[in-house]
């Protein structure tokens, strides 16, 4: 037994939907821009250049679910709904016709983004990491196993605020399709079982502010609920 300084925060984790046992996070990664009418909205032309990734933190996942807390240096809050990959087979330059093989199972979930920090730091070249990557900046459903839902590549994706439809969507809208972001992104980090992979936002990002109530979901994976508090 390794001993520490102290007691060791516990492994983040997330639910398995109807299940006891919980998936553990080891790294959360997300893909930058996966849907051509969310990169235009955002200024980009959507040809077909390499996906690009940041990171959250591991124990910024938190429930879809209850209260989600309002994050602090910001006036301009934006979701992003996400289909998200749970690897649960690790590799390294894995080919796109092996990555599913490494798919533990699927879930959707929300990139919360301080769109004003972010867009202070694309114009300073700076990272974007307090931008992204702040306390419960990733509500998430329970995770749904291969087994039960296979592996979705078409179907509604979609986010509502206050019961008004903002994001509409369809997986098969998705520029890399998740093959081609395991691949990718196997060839910049070994992955390994706990990884979690935001896999990009469909059009019509937008603000939220406290006390607005988000809702949102994936055809067949299932539909969120939280309140911004
Ligand atoms: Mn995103």
């Avoid at 390994?192 to 406290?210: Q, R």
Wanted: aromatic letters at 10%.
């Amino acid at each position: 037994m390794t001993e520490y300084v102290f007691t060791p925060a516990p492994i983040p984790s997330l639910a398995v939907e109807g299940e006891q046992p919980r998936f553990p996070i080891r790294r959360v990664y997300c893909v930058g821009r996966n849907y051509a009418e969310h990169a235009r909205e955002m200024g980009h032309n959507p040809d077909r250049e390499p996906p690009f990734f940041f990171s959250k933190p591991a124990d910024a996942v938190v429930p879809a679910s209850g209260d989600v807390p309002y994050p602090s240096l910001t006036k301009e809050l934006h979701y992003e709904v996400e289909l998200v990959v749970a690897i649960g087979k690790g590799g390294k330059d894995i080919a796109p016709e092996d990555a599913l093989e490494h798919v533990w199972g699927y879930t959707v979930g929300v990139d919360l983004t301080r769109r004003d920090l972010q867009t202070q730091a694309k114009k300073a070249g700076r990272p974007w990491d307090l931008a992204k990557g702040f306390d419960a900046s990733a509500p998430t459903y329970p995770l749904l196993p291969v087994s039960r839902v296979g592996h979705p590549a078409e179907g509604a994706i979609w986010l509502k605020v206050n019961g008004e439809e903002q994001q509409h969507g369809d997986l098969n809208q998705q520029i890399w399709p998740v093959p081609e972001v395991i691949s990718y992104l196997s060839q910049a980090v070994e992955l390994k079982p706990g990884d979690l992979i935001y896999t990009g936002t469909p059009a019509g990002v937008g603000e939220i502010k406290p006390g607005d109530v988000v809702t949102g979901g994936i055809h067949n994976l299932g539909t969120f609920s939280f309140t911004m508090v």
